[in-house]
């Protein structure tokens, strides 16, 4: 850390001896007195170096920050010169008071010009005294700043030789802004482009430039013309992460152009004996996210030849299917995260978790949505993936009790848990009770078939958790009817479930869910399915 | 005097007090110290270099503590050790600032930031840390309002 040693102030020790008595709130906060002894205040950072100080305030937010430069005049110093990180309201009205502003905070790295769509932002003009004034920025955040041309982006990057990350959000320039950008700064490493409205049809490519090598991660979302960026995505050789995010144009053909770079450099290895592992040639991509595209499994097989991928999204892209799927699992064989949204399309679903239960084994992290999976793949993936640590179930009307019965018995190392919006009822929250070992946390929400008093059950099986769950009772909407049915049963059937304080309208739940789940229902059932599940997963093994 | 496996450190006001090698060295500047001098000149040294006051004393024996406590128990002892009044929290830092022991600097700067946290306006920051206002009117109304640009 390097903090050098204090100039002990032999004064100020003196009077901390003589006024000790002084330093305890009480006198101090005392009006009058306070009159009297004004000189002779004991300032408990006057000992303190600067860099202490300014080590103080790093751990306060800007409010607190702005309270501090208010204390006197060497706490306004000292926070000014160790400011690094400002958030601005970009105004147009901000331009007189910039150079106060950069006068005062000079070592600003990372800016961030906010503008609400209320007001009028910020101009070229500003933006140009800014990169003047701020010679060593390494990060611009911009928001909102519909005022700044490409123009403006332009002079602004030919004066921001170190800058490595731009997030830009909502501005109004284009293409020639995001070149310049990309020609000027040759160590940028991080760019993030949403909702640019300047990029229009027949505007001009935007190429990785000097950032050709530099650049590691790129974030693409909500642009109209999506294809402007494929040279850039496809140009980037160092890429790690890429997130495309509801982007309109045909994104297959930009996935293949990626994908087959790693061919390209096969092709180049050929002629050079001296080359190493193979792994230093395959594409160095690690993260890719895909939301709410045009992409098919062509994209998919595509992504199967990076082959070094740890986590993939695909998230409502309707297009993908199973085949897709297996394809990146066979290939993919490092896969740590992966999350699905089949956006309840059904063209996902167990041939696709299977061969990732076969293939992936480092999986950590699986998180599926509107994905109709059944115990069969749940199974495979509990059995294969023996570190899954997190998994989410959301919205698949085939998660039932008996995938979370699944779970519960095989996923030995699972920690974390979601089920939202599933048909499971208490059974499964029973099963839970007693596996999954090493859980840490559970999250159950909307799942109507599951009453508030299995959450007060579970609570006391596993005490060491934390348990997140609705209070169904209120929720659900059929307290009316099931009271009118008139079912009486007491919830023994559920096993160890506490029916102390019960009201009958949750056991009525119950016996209705019970009738409606048919043979599920009874617990002696569930533990003979499970021993048939563990005769048919052994078979399954032995084909794996 | 320096015996094996621990130091002898003594302290501005005479006191002599042994703690374990490992934990010596987590000072910076005590580790710096016994790389610099050899075993014989370094008690006369120390007593030379290490113009402790009470506090220093206090520190060693907190990052002895420190030591001994395992990770799980860790935070919450932290967070006992570390609440204090101002006048300890004063003293502790000196000592951690001046010894250069990282861990020890770390938990003050944090509680310290708590303190000002707390602090619902800059008056009462002022009365909590004991510090006279040397601004005149006009100053403070020029960095109220640049301080009105920060987008919180």
């Known amino acids: 850390m390097g903090q050098s040693p204090p100039v002990v102030l032999g004064r100020v020790n003196s009077l901390c001896d003589s006024f000790t008595f002084l330093s305890s709130s009480a006198f101090i906060s005392g009006e009058g007195f306070r009159d009297q002894i004004a000189v002779e205040i004991v300032d408990y950072t006057a000992e303190l170096p600067d860099e202490c100080l300014a080590f103080v305030f790093q751990f306060l937010g800007p409010g607190d920050r702005?309270?501090?430069?208010?204390?006197?005049?060497?706490?306004?110093?000292?926070?000014?010169?160790?400011?690094?990180?400002?958030?601005?309201?970009?105004?147009?009205?901000?331009?007189?008071?910039?150079?106060?502003?950069?006068?005062?905070?000079?070592?600003?790295?990372?800016?961030?010009?906010?503008?609400?769509?209320?007001?009028?932002?910020?101009?070229?003009?500003?933006?140009?005294?800014?990169?003047?004034?701020?010679?060593?920025?390494?990060?611009?955040?911009?928001?909102?700043?519909?005022?700044?041309?490409?123009?403006?982006?332009?002079?602004?990057?030919?004066?921001?030789?170190?800058?490595?990350?731009?997030?830009?959000?909502?501005?109004?320039?284009?293409?020639?802004?995001?070149?310049?950008?990309?020609?000027?700064?040759?160590?940028?490493?991080?760019?993030?482009?949403?909702?640019?409205?300047?990029?229009?049809?027949?505007?001009?490519?935007?190429?990785?430039?000097?950032?050709?090598?530099?650049?590691?991660?790129?974030?693409?979302?909500?642009?109209?013309?999506?294809?402007?960026?494929?040279?850039?995505?496809?140009?980037?050789?160092?890429?790690?992460?890429?997130?495309?995010?509801?982007?309109?144009?045909?994104?297959?053909?930009?996935?293949?152009?990626?994908?087959?770079?790693?061919?390209?450099?096969?092709?180049?290895?050929?002629?050079?004996?001296?080359?190493?592992?193979?792994?230093?040639?395959?594409?160095?991509?690690?993260?890719?996210?895909?939301e709410r595209l045009q992409v098919s499994d062509i994209g998919l097989s595509a992504i199967s030849k990076c082959t070094k991928i740890e986590n993939l999204h695909i998230v409502k892209t309707p297009e993908c299917s199973n085949y897709g799927l297996v394809c990146v699992a066979e290939n993919c064989k490092l896969l740590r995260k992966l999350h699905i949204d089949g956006w309840r399309t059904n063209r996902i679903g167990d041939e696709g978790l299977i061969a990732v239960a076969k293939h992936c084994s480092n999986l950590q992290e699986l998180v599926l949505i509107g994905v109709n999976a059944t115990h069969v793949s749940l199974s495979a993936i509990a059995c294969n993936c023996s570190k899954l640590e997190r998994l989410a179930l959301c919205g698949s009307g085939t998660i039932g009790d008996t995938e979370i019965a699944c779970i519960a018995a095989k996923c030995m190392a699972l920690k974390k848990l979601c089920i939202k919006g599933c048909p499971i009822s208490d059974i499964a929250i029973e099963a839970l009770g007693s596996g999954c070992p090493n859980l840490v946390k559970i999250k159950v929400r909307k799942c109507r078939g599951v009453s508030s008093d299995a959450g007060e059950w579970l609570r006391e099986q596993r005490g060491s958790m934390l348990i997140n769950m609705d209070a169904c009772d209120t929720d659900c909407g059929f307290e009316a009817s099931v009271s009118d049915i008139g079912v009486h049963e007491t919830g023994v059937e559920v096993g160890q479930v506490t029916a102390v304080g019960a009201s009958t309208s949750s056991n009525g739940r119950l016996a209705l869910l019970r009738s409606k789940l048919g043979h599920f229902a009874g617990r002696n059932l569930v533990a003979c399915t499970l021993r048939r599940w563990s005769n048919c997963d052994d078979n399954l093994n032995i084909n794996l | 005097m320096l015996l094996s496996k621990n130091s002898a450190l003594e302290s501005k006001d005479n006191e002599i007090f042994e703690v374990e090698e490992s934990i010596a060295i987590q000072s910076e500047l005590i580790k710096t110290m016994t790389t610099m001098v050899n075993s014989k000149a370094y008690v006369n040294e120390r007593n030379q270099m290490v113009p402790e006051a009470r506090c220093r004393k206090q520190a060693n024996y907190h990052v002895e503590q420190n030591n001994k406590i395992v990770d799980e128990e860790l935070s919450d002892w932290e967070s006992k050790f570390f609440e204090v009044d101002m006048d300890d929290l004063h003293e502790l830092f000196m000592a951690a600032n001046y010894l250069e022991i990282e861990s020890l600097l770390n938990g003050v700067t944090k509680r310290v930031g708590d303190f000002i946290k707390a602090c619902k306006n800059v008056e009462v920051i002022r009365q909590t840390f004991g510090i006279n206002n040397d601004f005149a009117a006009q100053q403070e109304e020029e960095i109220r309002k640049l301080n009105s640009w920060n987008h919180i």
């Not at chain 1, 060497?74 to 990180?85: A, K």
């Not at chain 1, 005062?104 to 910020?122: E, G």
């Not at chain 1, 949403?194 to 979302?221: F, T």
């Open chain 1, 66 to 290: 702005n309270r501090c430069s208010l204390v006197c005049k060497r706490w306004f110093r000292v926070d000014g010169w160790s400011r690094h990180r400002l958030s601005l309201n970009a105004q147009s009205e901000i331009v007189s008071s910039l150079p106060s502003l950069f006068t005062r905070f000079d070592s600003v790295t990372k800016l961030a010009l906010r503008c609400s769509r209320k007001s009028i932002s910020l101009t070229d003009d500003s933006l140009l005294t800014i990169s003047i004034r701020c010679r060593n920025l390494t990060r611009l955040k911009l928001r909102g700043c519909r005022e700044i041309t490409d123009e403006g982006m332009s002079t602004f990057a030919k004066n921001s030789k170190k800058l490595r990350k731009l997030s830009c959000g909502s501005c109004m320039f284009g293409a020639k802004a995001l070149n310049a950008v990309l020609d000027h700064c040759a160590n940028l490493e991080e760019l993030s482009v949403k909702r640019l409205r300047g990029i229009h049809d027949g505007a001009e490519p935007i190429g990785p430039g000097a950032a050709a090598s530099s650049l590691k991660m790129i974030c693409l979302k909500e642009l109209v013309n999506g294809q402007s960026f494929a040279p850039l995505v496809v140009g980037s050789k160092n890429l790690k992460t890429l997130k495309i995010i509801h982007c309109l144009g045909d994104w297959d053909s930009v996935l293949q152009l990626i994908g087959n770079r790693n061919q390209n450099y096969k092709e180049n290895l050929n002629c050079d004996i001296n080359y190493g592992s193979s792994d230093s040639n395959s594409n160095p991509l690690m993260e890719i996210h895909l």
